[in-house]
């Protein structure tokens, strides 16, 4: 996974204030209760990602933790939307 590059970060951003516009253009559709927006680190050695993931909370001003699944993350809430960074070690997806 490698992380978007300018083009590719306005056209997420288009997209979703387009989403934002359509859904309350269209009060029939239905819209979950929540939703997350998660960005992975480019793929590495575990304390590499990790690494990142600080780096990213440091960015957006909060502590990164571990999940009880051994996840790494760091979120920021916008309402019912979460910006979401997350590690995933090989070894957590292996399952040992």
Same mark, same amino acid.
């Given at each position: 996974?490698?992380?978007?590059?300018?083009? =590719?970060?306005?056209?997420?951003?288009? #997209?979703?204030?387009?989403?934002?516009?359509?859904?309350? /253009?269209?009060?029939?559709?239905?819209?979950?209760?929540?939703?997350?927006?998660?960005?992975?680190?480019?793929?590495?050695?575990?304390?590499?990602?990790?690494?990142?993931?600080?780096?990213?909370?440091?960015?957006?001003?909060?502590?990164?933790?571990?999940?009880?699944?051994?996840?790494?993350?760091?979120?920021? /809430?916008? #309402?019912?939307?979460?910006?979401?960074?997350?590690?995933?070690? =090989?070894?957590?997806?292996?399952?040992?």
């Amino acid at each position: 996974m490698t992380y978007a590059n300018a083009t =590719e970060r306005q056209a997420i951003i288009s #997209g979703l204030r387009k989403l934002a516009n359509y859904l309350e /253009s269209n009060p029939d559709v239905p819209a979950p209760s929540y939703s997350n927006v998660l960005a992975l680190p480019p793929d590495g050695d575990c304390a590499g990602m990790r690494a990142e993931i600080d780096a990213i909370a440091e960015r957006i001003g909060v502590e990164a933790r571990e999940t009880v699944r051994g996840h790494y993350v760091a979120a920021r /809430s916008f #309402g019912p939307i979460e910006y979401r960074a997350v590690a995933i070690c =090989e070894h957590y997806q292996e399952g040992t």
